[in-house]
C-alpha cells in the first residue's frame, strides 16, 4: 500500500508543494486524488528535504488544499507498449480515446528514454521518396532524419505532412512501415483531418495516435511527444518497423514547458523560455535515427507555426540548430497559389548529401540539385532588381535568369496535393528548366552530366 | 571514503550535505548507482554538485560518496582513435557492454587497462632527466608516435627502464629522485580544469594549411592560435569543422562535439576510417581522437567535455606535435553553464548567462597557443583552437559571440543569405578577419611564390569594390556602369564562384593545395588584368565575356592536384585566348 499524503500546502498555476514526505524521487510519478471519482497526475519536479515540488498535468481547478489525498508512485511516467496499439487513438497522457479498450501492454517503458550512443548510430543515408519535388529533388529525405517544417498559422502544413505520410516510400523496399503521431494543442479540427486522411488511405490500420487537443490540459502535452516517441522507439527497434513519427504543434508544447518555467521562477532565456529549452527539444528530436544492427528506424517530422513567421524566435531557432535541416513555408508562395509553398532557398535538408546520387536516385542528382538552388537565387535577385529598375534594366542574362525563376515555382514548387512525382520525373524536371538558361552558366554541373543529360531533354 | 547525504534534486543538480572534507571540483559519487558527479559549490557542509548522468529517480536521504579527485582525464597511448563521452568514458566499449543506449553509473575507465604497447626507451639508465622528457616512445598507430614524458614535478637520474610489451599501467622506468625512487608507468592522470604546464609561450607563426581556400588565402589561422566560426543554423558550422578536422595539416586532431546532433558524430566515426589524409596517405582516423557529448546526453557532461577535449590536446602538444582542437559547439556548452548556474539561482548576467561566461570563454581559448614543451630537449609544440558558436538567431550581439570574439583572432563569419544560395563555404569575405595574416605571409609566400600576398590584396580589393559597385547597379542599373567595372564585377563573380565556393562532397574540389590555390587565384586575376588592357585597346568587352577560356578557369577547381600541366597551362591559355581575339578582330577591321 503506497503512503498517501494529506500535507499539500500550495498550489499555483500548474505547480503544487507537498510537505512532510518521505523518499520521494525526483522525476516521480503522483498520483492526486481529487475527490472520489476523480485522480489526476503530476510528476516530482524538485525534491527539496521533505518537501516535493510537483507539476501537475491536468491543472489545479477543483482541488482542495486539505482534502486531496497525493501518492507517490515511485516509478516515472511509463506507457505500455504492444503490437495493439497499431490502429489505435489515445490522448495525451497514453488511455485510449477512440472508445476502444485498454491495450495490453507487452511491457511498461519509461517515457523518456536513454540517451542513444553515438557509436551505436548509423547514419541515415537510404532516400525517401516523398513524391513532392521541392523536398526530394532539393531537400531530400533520408530514413532515420529529423526534418521538421516551419510552418506560419494557415499555411497548408498540415496537407503537406498528410501528404508525405501518405506517399513516402524507399524505393525498391517492400518493408514494415507505420505512422505515429503526435499532437499537442491541435484544434480537433485539424487532428480530425489527420486521422481522416489517415483513414481515407487506410494508413490507420499501421498507424498510433497520440493526441492532446487545444482544450486538454496544457501540461499534460510536456509528456505527449515523449509517449508518442517511445511507441515509435518500440515499433522501430524492437518490431523492426520504419516509423514515420510526425509531431504537431512544437510550438504549443514549447508553450507549455515556459508555462510551467515561469511557474517555477526561473530566470528565463529568450522571450521568456527557459535556458534549457535547447536541451529539453534535443531530448525528443534526438530520438530520431538508425541505430546499428537493428531493422527499423525512425524518421522524424516536428511541425511548429512560426510566431509571426519569425525564423529567428527561439522555438524555431533552436529546432533548426538540433534538427537535420528544415522545410520552410513561405506565405508569399501560398498567396500565389503554390502548393506546397515551399521556399527551397532557406530550406535544407542536411542528410541529403549521403541520400542521392548513383544506386540511390541518380547520378546528377547533386550537381543539378546546387544548380537550380543557385539559379533561383539569382532570378530571385533579379526579380527583385526589376522590381525596382524596370525589366529593361536586366542583363540579357538576368532577364532568362528571372524567367526560369517563375518557370521554378510554377512548375516545380507546384504540384497537386495527391500528385506522387518519382524522383526521376523530378529530376528530369529540373533539367527541363536548365534548358532556359545559357549552357555556359551551368557551372555547378559536371560536364558528363550535362553532354548526357541535356541533350536528352533537348532532343525530347 | 565521506558519505554525505542527499537534501536536494533539482534536474542535474544535487544538493548534499555532510560534506565537509570535500573540496571545490572534488568527484563524487552520487546513491548507490554511483553516479558521477562534481561539486560545484560549497556552503559549510553543504556542497552543491553538478551530475553528469540522469538525475531521475534521485532522491533526499540517498547518500553522496567523496572521491577526494578532481575530475581528471587519463593520459596514455590509447587515446588515438577513441571516442569518448564528455567525461571520458570510451562510447565503443560502452556499447559492447550494455547496448544501444547509455545507461546511468557506468564506470569505465578511459584507457584500456588490458592492451599491451610496445615501449621503446629514449633514455638509458644513468641519464638525468626532468618533468617532460621523453623517456620512450609507443608506436600509436601507423602515423602517431606516442611519446612517454617524465610526469609534472619528477626529476632525477633513470636508474631503470625497459623495453617491450606493457599495458599502461606496467611500471616501464624507475627513477631516482631527491625524494626517493619513483616509478614511471604510460598512464598519468591530469585534472581537466588546469591547463597542462609548459616552458614558455611563444607566438605562433606557421600556418595551419586546412585546404579550404577561403580560409588559406584570405582568413589564415596559424598553428597554435584561435579561430571562432559563428553561424545561425544551416549556414554550415559543422561542414566547416569537419572539412578543417578532415584537411588540416596536423598531426593530431581533437574534436568535440559539444551538444549537437548524433549523427554528426557518426558521420566522423563512419567517414574518418575511410577518408585519407592527404599529408601521410594513412585513413584520418589514425591522426583523430573524438570526444561526443550529443545534446540528448546530460547537460552536466556537456559542461565537462570541452575540458576533457583540450586537456587531451594538450597533452599531445607537450610531445611537441601540432595539434589542432575542434569544439561544435561552443554555444551548447555556455547553454550548459547558464542552465546549472539557474539552478545555482546565482545571479544572471545578460540573456540568463552567469556573469563568468565572458572569463570561462577567455580561459578556453587561452589554453590555445604554441609553446616551448617542457623538457630538456627545448621541442616546440601547438594547440590551435577552433570554436564553432551557434548565436540565435544569427545574431551577433548575444553574449556568447561576444565574449568569443573578444579573445579568437581569427572570426569566420558564416552568412545565411550565402548559405541560401548555396555558396559553400558561406563564409562572408567582407566581414570575417584573421589578425594572423602578416605574421603568416612570409611563412605562406615560402610555400608557394612571393606573389601570393599581393594576389590576395588584389583580389579582395576587387570584392570590395564589387560591394560597392552592386550598390550603384541596384540605383541605377547595371548600364550606368564604365566597362572597367562592369569587368570588376565580372571578375569578383569569378573569384565568388570559381574559387571562393568549394564543395565538401566533390572528391577533388574537397581539398586544394596552397600552390594550386595560387594557381588559381592568379588565373583569374590574370584574366582580369588581360582584358583590362584588351578593352582599353577597345575590344568589345561582349566578346571577352564570352571567351571560352574562362570555363576554362571555372573548371580548374576540378582538375585533380597531380595535374599540374593542365593547371600551369591556364595562364597561356588565357594569353593566346586574347591573343587570338584581337588577331579576330583586327582581322576584321583589316577586311
Redesign the interface.
Given at each position: 500500500m503506497l503512503k498517501e499524503y494529506r500535507t499539500i500546502t500550495e498550489v499555483a498555476g500548474p505547480l503544487m508543494v507537498v510537505e512532510q514526505v518521505k523518499d520521494i524521487k525526483y522525476g516521480e510519478l503522483v498520483e492526486i486524488e481529487v475527490s472520489d471519482k476523480e485522480i489526476r497526475r503530476g510528476r516530482v519536479l524538485e525534491a527539496d528535504g521533505s518537501k516535493a515540488l510537483v507539476q501537475l498535468f491536468e491543472g489545479s481547478a477543483g482541488l482542495n488544499l486539505a482534502k486531496a489525498k497525493v501518492r507517490f508512485l515511485g516509478r516515472g511516467i511509463e506507457i505500455g507498449v504492444s503490437m495493439d496499439m497499431l490502429g489505435r487513438v489515445f490522448d495525451g497522457f497514453g488511455r485510449p480515446r477512440d472508445g476502444g479498450p485498454q491495450i495490453i501492454p507487452e511491457r511498461k517503458v519509461d517515457i523518456n528514454g536513454n540517451p542513444i550512443n553515438p557509436y551505436a548510430r548509423t547514419y541515415p543515408s537510404e532516400f525517401i521518396q516523398t513524391g513532392i519535388s521541392a523536398i526530394d529533388g532539393l531537400n531530400t529525405l533520408v530514413r532515420g532524419q529529423k526534418l521538421p517544417i516551419f510552418s506560419g498559422s494557415g499555411l497548408p502544413h498540415s496537407p503537406l505532412a498528410a501528404q508525405i505520410a501518405r506517399q513516402a516510400k524507399v524505393l525498391g523496399t517492400e518493408e514494415k512501415f507505420s505512422v505515429v503521431f503526435g499532437a499537442m494543442g491541435i484544434t480537433f479540427e485539424e487532428a480530425d483531418y489527420f486521422i481522416q486522411d489517415f483513414r481515407r488511405t487506410g494508413a490507420i490500420e499501421r498507424a498510433v495516435l497520440f493526441i492532446n487537443l487545444a482544450d486538454d490540459p496544457a501540461i499534460e502535452r510536456i509528456s505527449t511527444p515523449r509517449m508518442a516517441l517511445t511507441a515509435a522507439e518500440y515499433l522501430a527497434f524492437e518490431k523492426d518497423m520504419h516509423v514515420l513519427v510526425i509531431l504537431t504543434d512544437i510550438t504549443n508544447y514549447a508553450e507549455a514547458l515556459r508555462e510551467v518555467s515561469a511557474a517555477r521562477m526561473e530566470v528565463p532565456g529568450r522571450r521568456g523560455y527557459p535556458g534549457y529549452l535547447y536541451t529539453d527539444l534535443a531530448s525528443m528530436y534526438e530520438r530520431a535515427g538508425r541505430i546499428e544492427g537493428r531493422a527499423g528506424s525512425i524518421t522524424m517530422i516536428p511541425i511548429l507555426t512560426m510566431p509571426e513567421d519569425d525564423k529567428t524566435h527561439p522555438i524555431v531557432d533552436l529546432t533548426g540548430y538540433i534538427t537535420e535541416g528544415q522545410i520552410l513555408l513561405a506565405r508569399e508562395l501560398h498567396r500565389k497559389g503554390i502548393y506546397p509553398p515551399i521556399d527551397v532557398l532557406p530550406s535544407l535538408s542536411r542528410l541529403k548529401d549521403k541520400g542521392i546520387g548513383d544506386g540511390k536516385t541518380r547520378e546528377d542528382h547533386a550537381d543539378t540539385m546546387n544548380q537550380l538552388y543557385a539559379a533561383y537565387a539569382r532570378g530571385k535577385d533579379a526579380k527583385e532588381l526589376a522590381a525596382i529598375l524596370g525589366e529593361a534594366a536586366l542583363s540579357e542574362d538576368d532577364k532568362r535568369f528571372s524567367e526560369f525563376a517563375d518557370e521554378f515555382e510554377m512548375k516545380y514548387v507546384n504540384q497537386g496535393l495527391e500528385e506522387d512525382r518519382t524522383v526521376e520525373q523530378t529530376l528530369n524536371l529540373g533539367w527541363d528548366l536548365l534548358t532556359l538558361l545559357p549552357v555556359r552558366e551551368l557551372k555547378r554541373i559536371r560536364e558528363e552530366y550535362i553532354e548526357k543529360y541535356l541533350s536528352d531533354v533537348r532532343s525530347a | 571514503m565521506e558519505e554525505g547525504r542527499i537534501?536536494?534534486?533539482?534536474?542535474p543538480l544535487v544538493v548534499a550535505e555532510g560534506m565537509s572534507s570535500a573540496r571545490m571540483y572534488d568527484v563524487v559519487r552520487v546513491s548507490d548507482s554511483r553516479l558521477i558527479g562534481e561539486i560545484i559549490e560549497m556552503r559549510g557542509d553543504k556542497a552543491s554538485i553538478q551530475v553528469y548522468e540522469?538525475?531521475?529517480?534521485?532522491?533526499?536521504?540517498e547518500p553522496v560518496y567523496t572521491t577526494g579527485e578532481a575530475l581528471s582525464v587519463e593520459l596514455a597511448p590509447g587515446l588515438i582513435e577513441a571516442?569518448y563521452d564528455g567525461i571520458q568514458r570510451p562510447?565503443?566499449k560502452?556499447?559492447d557492454l550494455i547496448?544501444?543506449?547509455?545507461?546511468?553509473g557506468i564506470e569505465l575507465p578511459g584507457i584500456d587497462r588490458e592492451r599491451k604497447w610496445h615501449f621503446e626507451p629514449r633514455v638509458k639508465p644513468g641519464d638525468s632527466v626532468e618533468s617532460g622528457d621523453i623517456v620512450g616512445v609507443v608506436r600509436e598507430t601507423t602515423v602517431v608516435e606516442h611519446r612517454i614524458m617524465v610526469p609534472y614535478g619528477i626529476k632525477g637520474t633513470v636508474q631503470d627502464i625497459k623495453e617491450g610489451e606493457f599495458t599502461v599501467s606496467d611500471q616501464v622506468v624507475t627513477i631516482n629522485t631527491s625524494n626517493g625512487t619513483e616509478g614511471i608507468t604510460m598512464l598519468t592522470r591530469w585534472p581537466v580544469r588546469r591547463g597542462r604546464p609548459y616552458a614558455e609561450k611563444l607566438s605562433p607563426y606557421q600556418p595551419l594549411v586546412t585546404g579550404q581556400r577561403v580560409l588559406d588565402m584570405f582568413f589564415p589561422v596559424a598553428k597554435g592560435g584561435a579561430a571562432c566560426v559563428p553561424g545561425?543554423?544551416?549556414s554550415g558550422k559543422t561542414v566547416v569543422q569537419h572539412q578543417l578536422a578532415r584537411w588540416a595539416d596536423s598531426d593530431i586532431i581533437v574534436y568535440v562535439?559539444c551538444?549537437e546532433?548524433?549523427?554528426e558524430?557518426?558521420?566522423v566515426?563512419?567517414d574518418f576510417p575511410e577518408l585519407t589524409d592527404p599529408h601521410t596517405g594513412e585513413p584520418l582516423m589514425k591522426r583523430t581522437t573524438l570526444v561526443?557529448n550529443?545534446?540528448?546526453?546530460?547537460?552536466a557532461a556537456r559542461e565537462a567535455s570541452i575540458y576533457t577535449g583540450i586537456t587531451i590536446a594538450e597533452y599531445f602538444r607537450d610531445m611537441g606535435y601540432n595539434v589542432a582542437l575542434m569544439a561544435d559547439s561552443t554555444s551548447?556548452w555556455a547553454?550548459?553553464l547558464?542552465?546549472i548556474s539557474?539552478r545555482l539561482e546565482e545571479m544572471?548576467g545578460e540573456?540568463?548567462y552567469p556573469a563568468y561566461l565572458g572569463s570561462r570563454i577567455a580561459e578556453f581559448y587561452e589554453r590555445a597557443g604554441r609553446v616551448k614543451c617542457l623538457g630538456t630537449d627545448g621541442r616546440e609544440g601547438t594547440l590551435t583552437a577552433i570554436g564553432a558558436v551557434?548565436p540565435?538567431?544569427?545574431?551577433l550581439s548575444e553574449p556568447v559571440s561576444q565574449a568569443t570574439l573578444r579573445v579568437a583572432k581569427v572570426f569566420w563569419g558564416l552568412d545565411?543569405t550565402l548559405?541560401?544560395?548555396?555558396?559553400f563555404p558561406a563564409i562572408n569575405w567582407l566581414t570575417s578577419y584573421s589578425l594572423y595574416l602578416e605574421r603568416l605571409e612570409e611563412q605562406i609566400s615560402e610555400i608557394t611564390a612571393e606573389d601570393f600576398g599581393d594576389l590576395r590584396k588584389e583580389a579582395m580589393q576587387i570584392l570590395q569594390e564589387e560591394a560597392e559597385l552592386e550598390e550603384i547597379?541596384?540605383l541605377?542599373?547595371?548600364?550606368a556602369l564604365s566597362v572597367k567595372d562592369r569587368l570588376s564585377l565580372e571578375t569578383a563573380k569569378s573569384i565568388r564562384?570559381?574559387f571562393l565556393h568549394q564543395?565538401a562532397?566533390h572528391d577533388v574540389d574537397t581539398y586544394t593545395s596552397l600552390n594550386k590555390q595560387r594557381l588559381m587565384l592568379k588565373a583569374i586575376l590574370d584574366f582580369h588584368h588581360t582584358a583590362l588592357d584588351a578593352v582599353e585597346s577597345n575590344i568589345d568587352f561582349d566578346a571577352i565575356m564570352k571567351l571560352e577560356v574562362?570555363?576554362v578557369i571555372?573548371?580548374m577547381k576540378?582538375v585533380p592536384e597531380d595535374e599540374k600541366e593542365t593547371l600551369n597551362s591556364v595562364s597561356r591559355q588565357i594569353k593566346s585566348a586574347f591573343q587570338d581575339l584581337a588577331q579576330a578582330v583586327g582581322g576584321e577591321e583589316v577586311a
Open positions: - | 537534501i536536494k534534486v533539482s534536474g540522469e538525475t531521475a529517480g534521485l532522491g533526499p536521504g571516442i562510447l565503443d560502452i556499447k547496448g544501444d543506449r547509455i545507461e546511468r545561425p543554423f544551416g562535439g551538444g546532433r548524433g549523427n558524430m557518426t558521420e566515426l563512419t561526443a550529443t545534446s540528448d546526453m546530460p547537460v551548447r547553454e550548459a547558464r542552465e539557474g544572471p540573456e540568463g551557434s540565435p538567431g544569427g545574431d545565411s548559405a541560401a544560395r548555396r555558396h547597379v541596384r541605377v542599373g547595371i548600364d564562384e570559381d564543395n562532397y574562362r570555363d571555372a573548371r576540378y
